[in-house]
């Protein structure tokens, strides 16, 4: 079981954690739960850092980050021995979780999992604080924000658990972002494949790693809320959204979606390089340094070339690393040859993300024809064999997200709802 910061905020919404454990383990159920700092707790404590030493070392900074989820774990242990059950906190250092030494960004290696057994098997839970982890060398180290997620099912493919619950501020996956559209409808059961994509594209619900170490771990990973009351439907009963392999879905559910999602994603910028010599090698003087900077690049078109042997290449960076593409690209102008940069950081990428699109041709076309009949125009297009992505103006990206659950026939009919 894994709390999230918002559910692990002070100490009456830690009474209500320790009340869901405590109703899973009377279950029956051997329990192991991973915990994320106070909300908030992180950000503060990085702040500390940055007025400590602008140029901090990452080491240190693990060691003072670190310190948010030992916090909550060991309220959460105290809480849970009030209520009467035996608990434990379990330090990253103390199973330990090893990592490699890439501080505030590490990667997890093996947990050694026997002491931790053989406490859960005595009836103890074992309360862990993740997004910490232990170096070779024998250092704090971190896994990057949002790395408890992480955590829990790196936990859990260690220890052979049955599921990991991820109780978080949302009750499960929605077809999109409710906010914007109500008739978003809550999914039983995702893919891993298409948790990895909602995921990449702007689904905040859960992060990228989690999902890609539990698809290779094979951990079913369910996804539902800490804020329910005393009285709910136990986990037990799936209240929230089962994340599952390909083949188990198959067995699960015969009559499945074409589309299962629909995210958007505000943290796109677009960079336009205007005639840039038509050559072979052009393009890889642009996106080598880009590369060699971590800029990651999404979408990428390269127009029909001109009579002069000359062309206009456009592609997407994170908005963040906008500034810097900018700076690397115009250092490099000579030696690509380009003519300007034309940025603009007000755009959008809309995504549909489904495994019916493998079997089912026209879903491309679906989307296009939906947007041009609301006069929406589309900047940039990107496909894998799961997903579509279109660039567009960011003041449409609600009026896309509504446009297309509709064109999808996604809307939750009232019955339903």
């Known amino acids: 079981m894994k709390f999230g910061g918002t559910s692990m905020a002070g100490s009456e919404r830690i009474r209500r954690v320790a009340n869901i454990v405590r109703r899973q383990q009377a279950a029956g159920h051997e329990v192991a739960v991973v915990v994320s700092a106070m909300a908030g707790e992180t950000d503060r404590l990085v702040n500390f850092c940055r007025e400590a030493n602008p140029l901090y070392d990452p080491a240190e900074y693990d060691v003072v980050v670190a310190s948010g989820e030992q916090v909550t774990s060991g309220l ?126 702007g689904s905040k619900v859960l992060q990228t790693r989690s999902v890609s170490l539990a698809m290779k771990e094979g951990v079913r990973v369910q996804v539902l809320s800490s804020f329910i009351d005393d009285d709910a439907t136990p986990a037990d009963e799936i209240p929230g959204t089962m994340i599952v392999s390909d083949e188990e879905l198959e067995g699960l559910d015969m009559e499945r979606q074409l589309i299962t999602g629909i995210a958007a994603d505000k943290n796109e910028a677009k960079v336009i390089l205007t005639r840039v010599p038509d050559r072979p090698g052009a393009v890889a003087t642009i996106f080598g340094p880009l590369a060699q900077a971590n800029i990651n690049v999404d979408m990428i078109i390269q127009n029909v070339g001109r009579d002069k042997g000359e062309t206009d290449v ?16 115009g250092a490099q102008k000579e030696a690509i040859g380009f003519n300007r940069i034309i940025t603009d950081g007000k755009v959008a990428k809309i995504s549909v993300v489904g495994v019916g699109m493998k079997s089912h041709a026209g879903v491309a076309a679906t989307m296009f024809r939906a947007l041009a009949d609301r006069g929406i125009n589309i900047q940039a297009i990107s496909t894998s064999e799961i997903k579509v992505s279109v660039l567009i103006d960011e003041d449409e990206t609600e009026l896309a997200v509504r446009v297309l659950h509709t064109a999808y026939e996604m809307d939750a009919t009232d019955q339903a709802a």
């Not at 209520?83 to 330990?96: H, I, M, T, V």
């Not at 456009?314 to 690209?329: E, G, H, M, N």
């Open 314 to 329: 456009t592609f997407t960076v994170p908005s963040a690393d906008l500034l810097r593409a900018q700076t690397l690209l």
């Open 76 to 201: 959460l242990a105290l809480t849970l021995q009030a209520l009467g059950c035996k608990a434990r906190s379990w330090l990253g250092w103390q199973l330990p979780i090893r990592t490699d030494d890439a501080h505030a960004k590490a990667r997890i290696g093996e947990i050694d999992s026997e002491a931790l057994l053989a406490s859960m098997a005595a009836g103890e839970i074992a309360v862990i604080p993740g997004f910490q982890g232990l170096s070779d060398d024998n250092r704090i180290t971190t896994l990057g924000r949002g790395g408890s997620d992480t955590s829990a099912v790196a936990v859990a493919a260690a220890i052979g658990a049955d599921r990991c619950d991820i109780y978080t501020d949302v009750d499960g996956v929605y077809t999109t972002d409710p906010r914007i559209v109500a008739k978003a409808r809550k999914l039983k059961y995702v893919t891993y494949e298409e948790m990895l994509e909602l995921a990449s594209v």
